[in-house]
């Protein structure tokens, strides 16, 4: 895209009709770190929605809100009971990065490498959406396909729910890197509940590795029910084969992303099992 001209609108309203006006003309600007990566050089008008109040986390309810313009160094720096979204952020990029790029920018296009999607699917997050009206979509719904086909009409995503972690669960990820700052090879997430020594439920996500971020629903059946011990992660984890196309990338055949994945999601769901034993408040 080429930035040719800036709105800065006052108010979500004001924002949604400016971009509703321009049509294919216009975009909204977040962070505008993705810019970097979208080659097409169609001239545009942004949007900046950053000046609209919805730089924010605060507790709601069972959940921890986000707004959808919080920078990542934010989300990285913000310590809670029952958070846990700090440790990915640290592990996005560099500091300059984090500093610019916002939540919101991390997940309404979704680009192979991004982090955050795989953990809002394994966390169980909404998404509150703007049409004029405020809806609220699950994680596996927002992430079903691409988001930014959702923001075509002019809406904007204004916040995301994370639900608080509640007692015994927990909640572990792991991004497979090259260097400290490069993109992900295969990045994991995964929330477990435990009832005393047996797994109650699962949820764990993939990324990177794949066409597209997503559930591992067959990881998640080989858990539930079963004790959480390292046979059972194993035998769990060794089902992740069969559970997506890993691919290529960055050099990786697909059986070794495959491979990768494996040894992965088997550390993911280790760390999440030792932080829902240690909380059983
Ligand atoms: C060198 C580099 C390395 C990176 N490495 C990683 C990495 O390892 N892992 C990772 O997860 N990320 C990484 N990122 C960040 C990621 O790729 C995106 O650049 C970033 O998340 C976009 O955030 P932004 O706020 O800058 O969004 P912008 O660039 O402003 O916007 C991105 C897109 O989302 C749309 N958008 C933004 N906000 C909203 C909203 N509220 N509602 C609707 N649409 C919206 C915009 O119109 C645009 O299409 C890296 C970025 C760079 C530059």
């Not at 040719?4 to 294919?24: H, K, Q, W």
């Not at 559970?243 to 290529?248: D, E, G, K, L, V």
Request: net charge positive; aromatic share 8%.
């Amino acid at each position: 895209m080429k930035l040719c001209e800036f709105l800065r609108p006052a108010s979500l309203p004001a924002a949604r009709d400016n971009l509703r006006e321009l049509g294919v003309k216009g975009m909204i600007l977040a962070g505008g770190t993705a810019l970097h990566f979208m080659q097409d050089h169609t001239p545009v008008t942004a949007v900046d929605i950053t000046r609209l109040g919805l730089s924010y986390i605060r507790p709601d309810g069972d959940f921890y809100r986000i707004g959808a313009t919080t920078p990542l160094s934010d989300i990285q720096r913000f310590r809670a009971p029952r958070w846990a979204m700090h440790e990915i952020c640290r592990r996005i990029s560099t500091h300059q990065i984090r500093n610019v790029s916002t939540l919101g920018g991390n997940i309404c296009r979704v680009f192979p490498w991004a982090d955050l999607p795989v953990v809002l699917l394994a966390m169980n997050a909404r998404m509150v959406v703007y049409s004029g009206h405020e809806d609220e979509f699950t994680a596996d719904e927002y992430f079903a396909t691409q988001p930014a086909k959702r923001f075509l009409d002019g809406n904007i995503l204004t916040s995301v729910k994370v639900p608080s972690l509640k007692a015994h669960h927990g909640f572990g990820s792991v991004k497979v890197v090259r260097t400290a700052a490069a993109f992900s090879m295969v990045t994991i997430a995964a929330v477990l509940e435990l009832d005393g020594a047996q797994i109650k439920s699962a949820r764990v996500a993939a990324g990177s590795a794949l066409p597209f971020p997503r559930r591992l629903p067959e990881v998640e059946e080989a858990l539930i029910g079963k004790e959480a011990d390292p046979a059972v992660f194993k035998e769990a984890a060794a089902r992740a084969g069969a559970a997506a196309p890993w691919r290529s990338r960055e050099g990786m055949t697909p059986e070794y992303s495959r491979h990768l994945a494996e040894v992965s999601i088997l550390d993911a769901l280790e760390r999440a099992a030792t932080f829902a034993r240690g909380r059983a408040e």
